[in-house]
């Protein structure tokens, strides 16, 4: 079903008729824009969600992989670097640098780990991104683990929006199998 969008003017705040200021009726599942600074960031940021039975694999030893972002950075292709700065128990600054499309893309994160809930909670510092922010979490299963990766990005380019989005959820994507694959044997390289 098409997503639609209505445009209707409403009545300015201040008494004067001069003019119109222009509200939106976006679908409820669109949220509204937020503010970044002095700009508009895109209404409707890419959510990337995936969970990953790991059948045979202890949650605990999986999620122990997983927080050893300088040895992941090492087993997947596209992550060029990954640097760690320790800022107090459970928390870190990681400075990332991933191939994307013919460059390298450049961002800092805080990750807050939680051992015990088995969580990694990222969010975006500085960097080629305008916003990120998402989590890891290894939960227990009957045969295993699952992991599953939620994250929330955005360029901050509203006109580039509709080419990039749409590439960099299919790169994160791979990447995270790729990482996901490390974590699940970690002695092997994987290409990405």
């Known amino acids: ?56 694999c202890d949650a605990d030893a999986a999620f122990a992989r997983l927080c050893d972002f300088e040895t992941l950075a090492g087993l997947v292709d596209d992550v060029e670097r990954i640097e760690i700065t320790p800022v107090g128990p459970g928390e870190q600054i990681s400075s990332w640098g991933v191939i994307f499309r013919r460059g390298v893309m450049q961002w800092r994160e805080r990750d807050v780990i939680d051992h015990d809930a088995r969580t990694i909670s990222f969010s975006l510092i500085d960097g080629d991104l305008a916003y990120l922010e998402g989590h890891w979490s290894v939960e227990k299963h009957e045969a295993g683990c699952v992991i599953t ?12 929006a509709a080419m990039l989005n749409p590439l960099a959820e299919r790169e994160l994507r791979r990447n995270n199998r790729a990482i996901i694959a490390a974590v699940a044997h970690p002695t092997t390289p994987v290409p990405s």
């Open 1 to 56: 079903m098409p997503r639609t969008c209505c445009v209707r003017p409403c009545a300015m705040s201040h008494s004067s008729n001069a003019g119109h200021r222009w509200q939106f009726d976006r679908p409820s599942r669109v949220r509204p824009p937020t503010r970044t600074g002095n700009d508009m960031t895109s209404l409707a940021r890419p959510v990337v969600t995936e969970s990953h039975p790991l059948d045979g």
């Open 149 to 160: 990766f939620r994250s929330e990005f955005d360029f901050g380019i509203p006109s580039m």
